[in-house]
């Protein structure tokens, strides 16, 4: 025995000074600036020969200094440049602004072994998103009034890796009480969701028309949005549920039918009869409608169309997973592609790239939505019982570019959809195009790159097999992450310290 630990006494004694030296370098637990970020400097140049700005591509260089974009210039001005601080050459890598996420369940406080703060923000990083506007629910409790967004701020604290921005509820509840939904707003909420069908969770009940008239008068004085699930549910298969066997359950068609086309198109239809109101003029001049995760691209965007015609302040999201499956690919059981509205059959998607390159579908988001395995049932398959929501935030930026080529799908696109529209829509003026003054939320990426997401590759989000796009080679790969200077992100690591801002509505 004491041979032995003769022999290991120069060990120790060197793991002794190796600690020694990291407490010297460490002396309190206290975040520094570098902590936030993977990089060094707080002034410094990003170059590459493709960035994509809102004058189109460029070749040139971006200046960062202090958290923001402070100069912007072309490859020939950057050559003439001596001034010459710390620079990061990305060559042909595009650098873009950060993409903006709309639509994101981090279920952060009360359900965070779903997602929460930590994991669903460092999955964004990695995927090139430097902003994400979390929803009121599934979370718990619900974020429906001031006392309940103070939980969500407080839950985000430190553990937030990029910008994080809320939406607060509409709900019969406060629906009718202005003075609650002032209290709500005043409070920093960026605007409002509501459901016309069930949401699957209790405290957080649905609103039919008259909830929704009373919220936009409110929104109005605040000029922000409303965002709506447009689902009525109509008669349908759904009542045959119950008589339903296993077999049956475990059909995706079963699920499709359940939830028609019928339903989107009907609440569309009831909610454009109060859109009217955010017209120039209208009861609730200033207040915006915009609907999450439109899957019908049938009746529901024609009406659409129209109501924008009529000058409604009206904008409508889809996300990539309408956009890369369809009905016929998803086998029975395979309960990680449930969500609601139901993806649908392969002539829809084709319908709604059309919408989406045509500038009928105004911007994308994730709607990622996890739950725990066990929820989403993948052993029994019950797709009538398994969770609902789509797993995929880390991934939307390459599955949009992967589907989205034979498109033909542009960088600047991308860049209008994931980033500047949806940063108008939460009402970010700071965010959402590499332009002087904005913050400096910049990622950079390799859009040929090709990747297998399998097991190997790096997914950052709590719950890797639920994702839909396990299994699926895709292109374009995230190199860096910067949010508002800090590289939060850079090949497979993260910044140590979660440095994101709470964006708050002022
Ligand atoms: C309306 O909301 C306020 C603030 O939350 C609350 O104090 C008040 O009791 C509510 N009024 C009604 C009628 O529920
Ligand atoms: C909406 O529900 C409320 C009760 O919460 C009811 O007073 C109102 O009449 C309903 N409006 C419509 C259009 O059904
Ligand atoms: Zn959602």
Redesign the pocket.
């Known amino acids: 025995m004491e041979v032995v630990l003769w022999r290991l006494l120069p060990l120790l004694s060197l793991l002794a000074s190796f600690l020694f030296f990291l407490y010297l370098h460490h002396p309190s637990k206290q975040v520094s600036h570098n902590e936030c970020s993977l990089l060094f400097f707080n002034h410094f140049w990003i170059i590459s020969k493709r960035i994509v700005t809102p004058q189109g591509l460029i070749s040139g260089a971006v200046e960062v200094k202090g958290g923001n974009i402070i100069s912007i210039v072309m490859e020939e001005e950057w050559h003439r440049n001596s001034k010459r601080g710390h620079v990061i050459d990305y060559g042909e890598a595009v650098v873009m602004p950060g993409l903006i996420d709309v639509h994101v369940h981090l279920d952060d406080p009360g359900r965070a072994e779903w997602e929460g703060f930590p994991s669903g923000t460092k999955a964004a990083a990695a995927g090139g998103i430097t902003t994400l506007i979390d929803m009121p629910l599934n979370s718990d409790p619900s974020t429906v009034?001031p006392d309940t967004l103070k939980l969500k701020i407080a839950a985000a604290e430190k553990r937030i890796y990029v910008d994080v921005g809320f939406w607060g509820g509409l709900v019969p509840e406060?629906a009718f009480?202005a003075?609650?939904l002032e209290?709500l707003l005043s409070a920093g909420v960026l605007g409002l969701k509501s459901f016309m069908c069930p949401s699957g969770i209790n405290d957080f009940p649905m609103t039919n028309t008259s909830h929704i008239k009373e919220g936009l008068s409110v929104l109005a004085k605040y000029r922000r949005p409303l965002l709506v699930h447009a689902e009525i549910q109509e008669d349908s298969d759904s009542n045959l549920q119950v008589e339903n066997g296993r077999d049956e359950a475990r059909s995706y068609l079963t699920y499709l039918k359940s939830r028609p086309p019928l339903w989107e198109e009907a609440a569309i239809r009831e909610l454009l009869t109060v859109a009217k109101d955010t017209r120039i003029g209208g009861l609730a001049e200033g207040a915006h409608l915009h609907i999450v995760h439109l899957s019908d691209a049938s009746s529901s965007l024609d009406l659409i169309k129209k109501a924008k015609s009529s000058g409604d302040s009206i904008t409508v999201e889809t996300c990539p997973h309408y956009l890369a499956f369809s009905a016929e690919e998803i086998q029975d059981g395979d309960t990680r592609f449930k969500c609601a509205p139901p993806i649908r059959d392969a002539t829809n998607k084709e319908k709604l790239w059309e919408a989406l390159m045509e500038g009928h579908i105004d911007m994308l988001s994730s709607d990622h939505s996890p739950t725990i395995p066990e929820l989403k049932l993948l052993n029994d398959g019950n797709f009538l019982r398994a969770w609902g929501g789509i797993s995929s935030l880390q991934f939307v930026l390459p599955v949009t570019w992967s589907y989205g080529r034979k498109y033909g799908v542009t960088l600047e696109q991308l860049a209008l959809w994931w980033s500047e529209r949806p940063a108008k829509l939460a009402g970010q003026d700071s965010k959402g195009a590499i332009a002087i003054g904005n913050h400096a939320d910049i990622f950079v990426w390799q859009p040929d790159v090709e990747f297998d997401l399998n097991a190997d590759h790096p997914i950052h989000l709590k719950h890797p097999s639920i994702s839909a796009y396990l299994g699926k080679r895709l292109s374009g790969k995230v190199l860096a992450t910067f949010v508002r200077g800090n590289l939060v992100y850079e090949e497979g690591k993260h910044a140590p310290a979660a440095c994101g801002t709470p964006i708050l509505a002022t």
């Open positions: 009034s406060n009480n003075s609650a209290a």
